[in-house]
């Protein structure tokens, strides 16, 4: 936000501004209006990375302008409407269906030139004629039962699609309220550039939380963990192997949103290693990483710990805030995702794959027959199957086929 209050357009002091039908633009704002813009337009900016805060905006802006109610789309190119990208103020929520019907219908000026609504906020007048407004639907059905005043609203599209609107804010007057008048025009006009700036930041933030949300669910099916950190060695991004690791608190664990061994000496190597990883400038050859190892209270055998720095992502992008991966292994996790996978792979059947899957984790074959409460015949007769359908000699050869294939990429969870 910071950044952004040194770089938005200047707001304009005496730049003339279009006439509208009906309220007459004033030459420019007045230093006191100017310090009014401003203050919306830090607010706008704060609602492009917080959208909640498009309630507070709207609800100055309609202060500003006699207690106008105020509607605000923000919806995206190619993108199912999202709650996150409307937003009002002083319109009662049981009409957004309503409104929604007539937009869907069409808005009276929906098929007339844009061009009158875009770079200013122009009124509706200028397109329809006034007492056409009476017998419209909007007006009837949308308008007067919430006490709007019976004239057409001003509009301002802040971006179209295929020359279809796409994003762009309406204002309803209040009957019996002031009348919208040429500072208000005028103030109004002056936040048209930070409304586009704010849209096109909104819509880098929206990809940007896909392109995170396609990250995720790709690292979601690795089985090792991986935790992303950002150059203080915080974590930004988990996957959920690290997660069911971190759960465990069985000698690795986060404090203060860092990487964190319940073993002192080991936490220090973890650390300076970091402290290395992150001062790297990786290259694009094959990154070395860091390697610890991590006993556990419990007994259990230990983790294994990876640290690779990662090259830098485009500026000011969500991959340019991180800046090492951390990858945690724990060999008491099932090596095999799902059986399922081993039976489309290499024809098998469930128990053929079962038994794959039990023996890449570890087992021996009377461990494997035990278990599946069968004989030792049977598991050999299985397992020379097995060793047919896969091409394979010995057990070490089979495991290593396994695990060197996708069998190891795990299903999706309802909570991923």
């Known amino acids: 936000i910071s950044r952004l209050r040194n770089t938005h357009d200047p707001l304009p002091y005496?730049?003339?501004?279009?006439?509208?039908?009906?309220?007459?633009?004033?030459?420019?704002?007045?230093?006191?209006?100017?310090?009014?813009?401003?203050?919306?337009?830090?607010?706008?900016?704060?609602?492009?990375?917080?959208?909640?805060?498009?309630?507070?905006?709207?609800?100055?802006?309609?202060?500003?302008?006699?207690?106008?109610?105020?509607?605000?789309s923000l919806r995206l190119p190619d993108e199912e409407p999202s709650p996150d990208d409307f937003h009002s103020f002083g319109i009662d929520e049981s009409y957004h269906p309503v409104f929604l019907k007539l937009t869907l219908e069409g808005l009276p000026w929906g098929s007339l030139d844009h061009s009158v609504f875009r770079g200013r906020f122009g009124s509706a007048s200028e397109l329809l004629l006034d007492q056409d407004i009476d017998d419209s639907a909007l007006y009837l059905d949308f308008m007067r039962p919430q006490g709007l005043a019976p004239e057409w609203p001003l509009c301002h599209l802040i971006a179209l699609q295929d020359g279809r609107p796409m994003s762009g804010i309406v204002i309803y007057p209040r009957e019996g309220g002031r009348r919208i008048d040429s500072d208000d025009l005028a103030l109004l006009d002056s936040l048209v550039p930070h409304l586009a700036r704010a849209y096109s930041i909104h819509r880098e933030l929206r990809q940007a939380r896909h392109e995170t949300d396609v990250l995720k669910m790709a690292i979601n099916r690795l089985p090792t963990g991986v935790l992303l950190l950002d150059a203080e060695g915080r974590v930004v991004l988990t996957n959920t192997s690290a997660n069911d690791i971190l759960a465990q608190d069985d000698g690795f664990s986060l404090r203060r949103g860092q990487p964190?061994?319940?073993?002192?000496?080991?936490?220090?190597?973890?650390?300076?290693?970091?402290?290395?990883?992150l001062e790297q400038v990786p290259s694009r050859g094959r990154p070395v990483g860091e390697v610890?190892?991590?006993?556990?209270?419990?007994?259990?055998?230990?983790?294994?710990?990876?640290?690779?720095?990662?090259?830098?992502?485009?500026?000011?992008?969500?991959?340019?805030?991180?800046?090492?991966?951390?990858?945690?292994?724990?060999?008491?996790?099932?090596?095999?995702?799902?059986?399922?996978?081993?039976?489309?792979?290499?024809?098998?059947?469930?128990?053929?794959?079962?038994?794959?899957?039990?023996?890449?984790?570890?087992?021996?074959?009377?461990?494997?027959?035990?278990?599946?409460?069968?004989?030792?015949?049977?598991?050999?007769?299985?397992?020379?199957?097995?060793?047919?359908?896969?091409?394979?000699?010995?057990?070490?050869?089979?495991?290593?086929?396994?695990?060197?294939?996708?069998?190891?990429?795990?299903?999706?969870?309802?909570?991923?």
């Open 292 to 416: 610890v190892a991590v006993p556990r209270p419990s007994g259990r055998r230990g983790f294994s710990i990876m640290l690779i720095p990662l090259l830098a992502g485009a500026p000011g992008s969500r991959e340019d805030e991180m800046k090492a991966i951390l990858f945690v292994a724990d060999p008491e996790i099932g090596q095999v995702g799902t059986t399922e996978v081993l039976e489309s792979l290499y024809d098998l059947t469930h128990a053929e794959a079962d038994l794959v899957r039990l023996i890449a984790e570890g087992h021996s074959l009377d461990q494997v027959a035990g278990e599946r409460g069968v004989t030792m015949n049977t598991v050999r007769s299985q397992l020379k199957q097995v060793f047919s359908k896969t091409d394979t000699c010995r057990q070490g050869e089979l495991v290593h086929l396994v695990l060197a294939g996708v069998a190891r990429i795990r299903g999706e969870r309802r909570s991923d």
């Open 260 to 277: 964190w061994l319940s073993d002192e000496r080991r936490n220090r190597a973890l650390h300076e290693a970091l402290e290395a990883c």
């Open 14 to 72: 005496t730049s003339s501004v279009r006439g509208a039908r009906g309220c007459g633009r004033g030459a420019g704002l007045t230093m006191r209006d100017h310090a009014r813009a401003l203050q919306l337009v830090e607010q706008i900016y704060r609602a492009t990375v917080e959208p909640a805060a498009w309630d507070s905006v709207l609800r100055a802006l309609s202060e500003e302008l006699g207690g106008a109610a105020i509607q605000i």
